[in-house]
């Protein structure tokens, strides 16, 4: 077993550093020109140079927030406006005395990233429209109250912003500060992107009931990413504030708020470089069509309409030359069970998985009515019954998505039903869906690597500064997320976009997630559907095997075959009911059984 | 002047109640919240005003010329921004591409039209008193605008086809409905309410591009307190809305009746993502 996998070793190591290589190519370009810029550009490209560093400060921020959490913050144009304005406020010795315009730049970035973790509440329960909706009325609210408050704010006459202190108050001397604050911008956004937060920002995207599977808690994540994305946006307040030099209301529109908006867009979700060239080309495109500046909104638009109907990938989309290659056809899903003991290690007792009377109804439609159930660790349980007799929904009522009007779900000593939902994937429940639940524009091993997101130590700060328990735990779930494609034998397309995988290949990458966190039980949501006769012949040795080193696997299946073959106790529902329990003999011969469900 | 106050918020609370209820005809139709709701409101006030004050048409000319205008505007939403991202709702891209349309729209009016409020025209020749046309205008249009809802859903065959695709798309065009013209129907029809709001309430919000963004903010709140897709909710919390807003903007000034009106409108939704009269969602798995 050991033979295959140093093979493929040299060869994923060869794949990786050509990959590093190829992504780090236009980096080294982008920085090289932006170091050098000085001895080639007339002064008045450094102040636009200057412009697209400082709107790339907030840019990155909001990356994170609406290319990878897919939250549409359309109004973030509020938080630049805090931040200039505090930062201009307590500079000016006016209100109080004159702080160091440093200070004042740590005083807007606090309170950027308060205020951004208020705006970001919201997202917590609302959806997408109406958190567009909220941001937007946010930014109108902070206009109005800029223009009010004269007495702070100069309200319409405005505030003079501070001069950075030398070596950064010529021209050219501000340039490089504020290339200084986006280089560390990209280098903390790159650093998330690639980490364990990053994944699970797309996977609350994508797919976020799988992310809730995985053990992904959506309102912390998305507050630190709150928090970060507010600070990064009111430092770039300050720097605005003091590129601009004075600052009125009327610097703060709609329009800047369109334009960083748009900039992740036309970047395309999910990447870095491309919100970053997509910054640049918005702040640059009005100086080389000066006749069109009044239409710069406009045309914003109308590359905003352009992207999602025809390209909806963006920029990152079109770069992505690795993804246009042909996959190979007539591929093959040959799990190797053998791998599991390296990946499945229970170190304690499980114990048992119960529904005691479970009860549970949709208004007048009783989807559950009085179930029991019990499943023990080290077998592979059955649950079989005609469409609508409640499956998926114990499934659902597991895994917290339902709240059963009475009853509970027990494991050990926790009630699972007083449970939050991303609790389930701490107590070692792992589950599949009947459509995969995958993030798409992630590649297979990016996808495998969300299952195993709670094993991680690092923290939030730690993957920011890509400090070295940041590095352990990606070299860890790496490693165990390879066994586990290894595992269910996808190792070949590790490195693919998932999206261009065949429905059969997606089932088993979710069951690949879902051994991430060493199932004490896994729950299977007809894995076999769409399934060649072979594939679901090696689908049920590999449930055997994995029922084999402990874990509890609670199968939801139509092919009888396979629940007949494999199982070691079958229940039948129907109309929400335990119909009959047993071992897969006894249910074969099961009277009513036969005549409700299996014919013959 | 509590007259005035209460004139004033009931007007105003029946053009926020009016965006609304464009919002939910676009919405029942096709499940999507279009950003170009408060964006209808703005034409129909800026047509307005360009017909018969810059042009010189008469009044009905120039309010069947609004109208037709609205009306366009939404067949080109449904067209442009709406029906390209409807095989992927899930997604959520239609978030996007109507906020797109939105802004060209509204981009397009401020330079076209100009970035200050232009005067709108008085509509009727009657002399000013307490109860003003520019106050009663709106109401009438509202009242009118329910009352035809209600009369074209429940009475007409048409009605009942619109109803059939709100509640079941797929029932719908299972039946052989014909989905897609009802959809741009029912987007004209919308184009049509946004319009006639812009028009009624010209006197009192002028003909001024920056309405758009106003409307689309102010014009979702009654949506999002009624319950989505609830016109009957939607009045009553536009109603609300309006006569809070006159009222604060009174006791306690402009800034701070809008920030309370955002802070209680975060409250309530934070307290019922479904609005005050609306139904929870369903099954996500």
């Known amino acids: 077993m050991d033979m295959s996998t140093t093979e493929a070793r040299p060869a994923r190591a060869s794949v990786l550093s050509s990959l590093a290589a190829s992504s780090a190519l236009p980096w080294l370009v982008l920085a090289a020109l932006a170091v050098t810029l000085p001895l080639f550009a007339g002064g008045y490209w450094g102040v636009i140079a200057t412009r697209a560093c400082v709107y790339w400060v907030l840019v990155a921020g909001l990356n994170l927030l609406v290319g990878f959490a897919g939250q549409l913050a359309i109004g973030w144009v509020a938080l630049l406006t805090l931040g200039a304005y505090i930062t201009a406020v307590v500079t000016a010795g006016q209100v109080m005395p004159a702080l160091d315009p440093y200070l004042a730049l740590a005083l807007s970035g606090v309170a950027g990233a308060i205020f951004g973790v208020i705006v970001g509440l919201p997202a917590l329960r609302l959806r997408t429209f109406y958190f567009a909706i909220t941001t937007l009325g946010f930014a109108t609210i902070v206009r109005q109250i800029v223009l009010a408050w004269s007495t702070v704010t100069g309200g319409g006459v405005g505030v003079p912003a501070p001069v950075f202190p030398p070596p950064f108050d010529s021209q050219w001397g501000f340039y490089y500060l504020c290339l200084i604050f986006a280089a560390v911008c990209t280098w903390m956004t790159i650093n998330i992107a690639g980490s364990r937060f990053g994944r699970a920002l797309t996977a609350i995207r994508d797919a976020e009931v799988a992310a809730e599977a995985c053990g992904i808690a959506k309102p912390k994540l998305l507050m630190l990413v709150f928090l970060f994305s507010g600070a990064t946006a009111a430092v770039a307040g300050g720097l605005f504030a003091s590129l601009q030099s004075y600052i009125t209301p009327d610097a703060f529109t709609t329009e800047l708020s369109v334009l960083f908006f748009i900039g992740v867009l036309i970047g395309g979700r999910g990447s870095i470089i491309g919100p970053l060239l997509g910054t640049i080309l918005l702040t640059v495109l009005p100086e080389f069509a000066a006749p069109l500046v009044a239409w710069s909104t406009f045309l914003y638009a109308v590359l905003l309409l352009v992207i999602v109907l025809v390209i909806p990938g963006g920029i990152a989309d079109l770069l992505d030359f690795k993804n246009r290659r042909p996959l190979q056809t007539n591929r093959a899903i040959v799990p190797r069970p053998e791998l599991l003991g390296r990946l499945l290690a229970q170190d304690q007792d499980p114990g048992t998985l119960t529904l005691e009377q479970v009860h549970l109804h949709f208004g007048g439609v009783r989807a559950i009515d009085g179930l029991d159930l019990t499943i023990l660790p080290g077998q592979v349980h059955g649950l079989i019954g005609p469409n609508g007799s409640g499956k998926t929904t114990t499934l659902n009522v597991i895994s917290g998505y339902y709240m059963p009007q009475r009853g509970r779900a027990v494991l050990k000593d926790a009630v699972l039903t007083q449970l939050s939902h991303y609790a389930r994937a701490h107590l070692r429940i792992a589950r599949t869906f009947q459509t995969p639940r995958i993030v798409g524009e992630a590649s297979v091993i990016e996808n495998v690597m969300i299952g195993g997101t709670i094993d991680g130590v690092g923290t939030f700060v730690e993957s920011l500064l890509a400090l070295p328990r940041h590095w352990q735990d990606e070299k860890k779930l790496r490693e165990t997320a390879m066994l586990a494609l290894s595992t269910v034998g996808l190792e070949q397309l590790a490195q693919v976009r998932a999206d261009r995988l065949q429905h059969s290949e997606l089932r088993f990458v979710e069951i690949a997630r879902a051994l991430m966190i060493r199932p004490a039980f896994l729950l299977l949501d007809e894995p076999a559907a769409g399934l060649s006769p072979e594939e679901i012949r090696r689908l049920g040795i590999l449930c055997v095997e994995i029922a084999k080193h402990g874990t509890g696997v609670l199968l939801v299946e139509h092919h009888a075959d396979l629940i007949f073959d494999i199982c070691h106790h079958v229940t039948v529902l129907n109309l929400g009911k335990k119909l009959a329990a047993g071992t897969p003999a006894e249910i074969r011969s099961h009277r009513e059984v036969v005549s409700a469900y299996l014919g013959g | ?285």
């Open chain 2, 1 to 285: 002047m509590v007259a005035s106050i209460v004139l004033s918020g009931i007007a105003i609370g029946c053009i926020y109640a009016l965006i609304g209820i464009a919002y939910n005809v676009m919405f029942s139709a096709s499940r999507v919240f279009s950003f170009t709701a408060g964006t209808l409101g703005m034409a129909g006030g800026i047509l307005g005003s360009l017909f018969i004050l810059k042009l010189g048409l008469p009044v009905w000319a120039g309010f069947l010329l609004a109208l037709a205008g609205g009306a366009l505007l939404g067949v080109v939403t449904e067209i442009l921004a709406v029906r390209p991202v409807l095989k992927s709702l899930d997604q959520h891209l239609y978030v996007l591409s109507t906020l797109a349309l939105a802004l060209m729209v509204q981009q397009f009016a401020a330079i076209e039209w100009g970035t200050d409020a232009q005067p709108f025209p008085r509509l009727l020749d009657l002399e000013r008193t307490t109860f003003d046309q520019q106050f009663w205008l709106p109401m009438l249009a509202c009242a009118v605008t329910i009352v035809g809802l209600e009369v074209l859903y429940r009475r007409t065959l048409l009605g009942h086809a619109f109803l059939a695709i709100a509640e079941d798309n797929y029932a719908a065009r299972a039946l052989g409905l014909p989905e897609r013209n009802l959809r741009m129907a029912s987007f004209a029809i919308a184009g049509v309410i946004g319009a006639l709001s812009g028009f009624a309430g010209g006197q009192m919000l002028l003909a001024f591009f920056d309405n758009a963004t106003q409307l689309t903010f102010y014009g979702f709140v009654p949506v999002a307190l009624g319950g989505m897709g609830n016109n009957r909710g939607a009045v009553v919390a536009g109603l609300v809305l309006g006569l809070f807003q006159q009222a604060a903007n009174f006791l306690v000034g402009g800034i701070f009746s809008s920030v309370a009106v955002f802070a209680a409108f975060i409250l309530v939704l934070l307290a019922r993502p479904e609005g005050l009269a609306g139904v929870a969602l369903g099954r996500r798995v």
